[in-house]
């Protein structure tokens, strides 16, 4: 079972930015994809970003431009670099792998974005 932790969520004002992190407990460099996706309060679950393992990279419409999805093997972490944040982009921000044999989800972190 892999274990993803993250963190880099917290307060910041419209127009800011934050860094989410989430480390996995083992490599991530057999995993097929790893993503971001986030939920706001009485929403579905939506994706934010994915990055395949060859690097390519699919974002929301909502996020193009302002978001930025990365990985770095050495630290089996993929990042979420967050620019220009907007109040609809409050939410719990859930790091996920596609491993092809099973999918993993971390436990979440809470992104909110208010003056």
């Known amino acids: 079972q892999v274990q993803l932790m993250e963190s880099g969520g917290g307060l910041v004002q419209p127009g800011g930015s934050l860094r989410l992190s989430c480390v996995a407990s083992?490599?991530?460099?057999?995993?097929?994809?790893m993503g971001w996706y986030r939920q706001a309060p009485g929403k579905q679950r939506e994706l934010v970003a994915t990055i395949l393992g060859s690097g390519n990279t699919k974002y929301a419409d909502s996020v193009k431009g302002r978001f930025t999805i990365s990985t770095d093997n050495a630290k089996r972490t993929v990042y979420l670099q967050m620019n220009s944040l907007k109040p609809e982009d409050t939410a719990v921000y859930y790091c996920?792998?596609?491993?092809?044999?099973?999918?993993?989800w971390g436990q979440g972190t809470q992104v909110t974005v208010s003056s």
């Open positions: 996920h792998v596609n491993a092809l044999t099973a999918t993993h």
């Open positions: 083992e490599s991530i460099f057999t995993f097929y994809e």
